[in-house]
């Protein structure tokens, strides 16, 4: 093709994919709706709606339109510019990954994980593994086949990872989970010796108005833009970026332990800044959001971890909790307050999990991932190895598979090779922060000041403005200046649990 | 074609039109989300989605495929169920509409409109009419080239009448507008040399939030079934059906003025049962929503008029706004009350005006339509007309076009042949509400017990059920055993302003 030609090609191929972004916009509206507040009687029929976007996009994904963009376009082509390249790429991946499974086995694999769904979480409930067992196994199954149509290189596994976190491989997660293992297992085991904290006013009688309200403080001390956004209660939490424009954030508020709601904003309020601060030349194109599940958890777990709980944050920002709560906080002081908020304790759920245990909680999940799709576990043993893990790692075990093997949605699912992303989130966010040390060595100052917009505008400059633009590696590595290191994180934690419970 | 391939065509066309109103359904929460609190800056980007949302559902309308079908299925065919007859005959009529416009004039159009609408808004807000004039001179001139693509029987203006209102025509809203105004206009003479109610109470200060709780009252009593629905705030009111389980009310709060909110919420309210209550097995074909413009509207007036303004129904619910006000009523006895609520008074502003003279304001602007279609007036000259008909008809004369001729955006937005629909709607309501005293000979003292689920479920049956199944002209006369007749509402006017003025 001549230079026209090519710039006619690429102008249609930008506004096809501009659809197919359209359609996401949509279809993540309806997903927020239904979360915050859409009448009940209503669902149904929403969900034959959302079905019917899903497919409309999926098959744009596949279509011969689609397969004749990409065959005319090359991204290495010297007339493409870097976002049409990028959406290639991008594309390309899509087309390769969706196109190789048989429509009839995809169509199948879709029945199975919504009947899938709903008898894990009878299964869930009345803590009986064997009822969801067949559906796993066919879940197991089904997703080898398809990694046996994607085509994988020296593990299996692999594949999966890369669905998520693209870049990274076995060999690279074996290495830092056996490095936070071998520094985290220790730690717990020593912490578990050490006197608890006091904790017990954590838990009194926080209204929910107030809760809503200082909420609402620290998303705006964060910089959280609400003219481009809004928090509304939910049943599980997440934040949802629309458009940059439009990124809302969701919590929940118990009255019995305001943590929930206060860390839960901030957790979701780190997702929403990425999101918002995504580049404008991006916007209505595929390339507009986060670009991984690891990353995306970076900058929510930065702001939970590394803002929330530390004790700069709160110097400030505890005159104001309990200026919204009921008087609990009177006795206590602020260093008490910060061990409180600190404890670690080996618990038997993930998302209840404290900022030290937590990491344990995903390596057993990565490590019997892997064991099913290396052949070296089979689903029917999933309850025994998880309880034996748990008794290994954290020194408790589930009482029943309810609290156990069942307790996560993602495998009804079909997500296998996600769970990781939470841990690399962590590690991650270990090495921006060590990044950032050196380019903002008053953070701490800053924390006590409330003032984060500095900490905002150095993670837009270097995460949140490049979208999908970059790889996941890719800006680890342009922002630390070397690849995926646990260290960073195993220091922090050692150095930071050694102050809470003066080991 | 044999039976089993009208069968295989008939089921591929149910699915092709679900899909239309599958977008539908998307487009209208992003309409609903746009107008109740989503982020000011995400609305840019959001307006891009629903221009690529609504240009598919149009290009579906009008697509190859769409025109397959239609040649296929014969709606009179004996193999087909009336469901697939009624959607071939909408999508039939819907086709021919969009397809006689050559693209390009009506992307052009599409152009004119909006930017119309903009020049519409300021130049209301200076009053000045000549801004406006060259657009709206496009306007008319491009609906007229329209018009004659469309073709047109008797009268070219029936033409856009039946876009809303299939069935009635010049000829039929000729008389039933005279006889209207036959009987309105002396009516508002004499009302203006009778003693006018006292009315300051109305303007106290009465909390939003309590207006609120009071229209939540209201809307129970009415039988809106909140798990189906929800009640938010908005800046111009609406109601809409998403689907028959998810319909949504909002209303605007003045704290100057409870009426607003309240009467808002029953007329909306109103709409929101219609689509509430429409058949189970239109659900998720275009056929699931009301009938007609007019229909809707008389559901939206029966229940702000007849119910609302009645004062059988305040007789239990005065005490329940007492309760939730502060106080401004203690002074005041029911009558008192109702007589202050049934205030008539000519006004400028059709959306301010009251159940007696609204009609008027109608009707004028009918009278300037039908002209400007039939070439008998010219755009240039509307400021001066309308403010001749004002003074004829109401006694009161615009002092800028702002009040006058400007004040709506129906025709900035191209809306030409919808306004008749409200004094339609008005005059289906009195009639179904003189068909309903047979059915429900106790329907005042039903208003004063509160207990209005035995209207709700007559206009279910004779009305909402039906959906598009039923043509507007069709319900009326299988409601009522007759035609348009305007006597009802007149008869109604006469007698109720005859008691609130001791006339």
Known sequence: MNKEEIKKVSTAFKEYSSKMSAYNEALGLMFWDLRTGAPKKGASQRSEVIGMLSSEVFEMSTSSEMAAYLAKLTPVDGDLDEITCALLDECQKEYDRNKKIPAKEYRDYVVLQSKAEGIWEEAKEKGDFSMFQPYLEKLVATTKRFTDYWGYGENKYDTLLDLYEPGVTVGVLDEVFNELKGKIVPLVHKISHAEAPRTEFLFDHFPKEKQKDFSLKVLEQMGYDF???????????????????????????????????????????????????????????????????????????????????????????????????????????????????????????????????????????????????????????????????????????????????????HWAGGSFGYFPSYALGYMYAAQFREAMREDIPNFDQLLEEGNLVPVKEWLTERVHQWGKLKKPLEILEDVTGEGLNAKYLADYLTEKYAGVYSL
């Open 227 to 409: 003219s481009a956004g809004r928090l509304d209660e939910t049943v599980h939490p997440f934040a949802i970026g629309l458009n940059p424009g439009d990124v809302r954030v969701t919590t929940k508020y118990d009255e019995k332990d305001w943590r929930t709601a206060v860390f839960g904003t901030i957790h979701e309020g780190g997702h929403a800044l990425y999101e918002q601060n995504i580049s404008e030349k991006l916007v209505g194109t595929p390339l507009c959001t986060g670009t991984s599940m690891g990353i995306h958890e970076s900058q929510s777990l930065f702001y939970e971890n590394f803002v929330g709980r530390n004790l700069s944050f709160w110097k400030k920002n505890y005159a104001l909790l309990k200026d919204f709560s009921t008087g609990q906080f009177d006795e206590v002081g602020l260093e008490e307050f910060y061990r409180a908020i600190n404890e670690s304790k080996p618990s038997l759920i993930r998302i209840e999990a404290d900022e030290l245990t937590y990491a344990l909680h995903i390596i057993i999940r990565y490590e019997i991932e892997k064991g099913l799709f290396n052949d070296e576990i089979e689903v029917k043993d999933l309850p025994r190895i998880w309880n034996e893990k748990y008794e290994e790692y954290l020194g408790i075990r589930p009482s029943n598979d309810g609290e156990g093997v069942l307790q996560d949605v």
